[in-house]
């Protein structure tokens, strides 16, 4: 066996296209109440361009100079206007890749301490919470949404069998709706919690 065939025995093997992600990476908020815990959601504010209004979590993009953890601190602070002592983080949960958007979201469980309701205005337009046992013992709604491929003029269909006729096959994705009072928790925000509730819950939750 030669030197080059040797060394792929010692590669550390990574996710293909790992790099090219955009990274991002969220806070879940634990406030602690005399039944047990809540969850804390923000509003987005009406002055951000992308989804203004939806419900979501503490969070953003990872700078290159920070890590995932880093980041999930980082904007939690800025959003809800806290010092970094107010934050304790438990843990990293199940990361959430999102293939069509390339997008590499890291999920970090955190208690909030002495929290009273602050946040920033020029991000978010109001803050709720929401029992964490409403999650526990909710399933929620669950509905498929189908991505549709579409190709620039300029991509080589003759370069592949079938051209302009070749069965792409259909992108599904699993979209998961809690509906709490008259707010609904959605989207990724719902396909963060609803992985949350199940590792909370654990193994031998039994439901």
Avoid at 7 to 34: N, Y
Avoid at 129 to 144: A, G, I, N
Avoid at 188 to 204: C, E, M, R, V, W
Wanted: aromatic share 12%; hydrophobic share 35%.
């Amino acid at each position: 066996m030669d030197d080059r065939l040797k060394q792929l025995s010692h590669h550390q093997s990574t996710i293909i296209g790992l790099d090219e992600c955009k990274k991002s990476a969220v806070c879940i908020p634990l406030l602690r109440k005399e039944q047990g815990y809540d969850i804390l959601f923000e509003v987005r504010s009406g002055k951000i361009k992308h989804q203004p209004g939806d419900i979501c979590f503490p969070g953003g993009m990872v700078e290159p100079s920070e890590t995932s953890f880093e980041a999930a601190v980082r904007e939690t602070q800025e959003e809800l206007l806290l010092s970094r002592d107010q934050i304790e983080v438990i843990g990293r949960m199940d990361v959430f890749l999102h293939t069509g958007t390339g997008l590499l979201l890291s999920p970090y469980a955190a208690i909030l301490h002495d929290y009273e309701g602050t946040y920033s205005e020029d991000e978010v337009a109001e803050v709720f919470t929401v029992p964490l046992d409403f999650f526990l013992y909710t399933e929620p709604e669950v509905y498929e949404m189908e991505e549709q491929v579409l190709l620039g003029d300029d991509f080589p269909f003759d370069r592949i069998l079938g051209g302009r006729e070749y069965r792409w096959r259909k992108r599904k994705e699993t979209v998961y709706f809690y509906q709490y009072g008259h707010r609904t928790i959605w989207g990724l925000t719902g396909k963060i919690i609803h992985s949350f509730a199940k590792i909370y819950a654990g193994p031998d939750d039994g439901r």
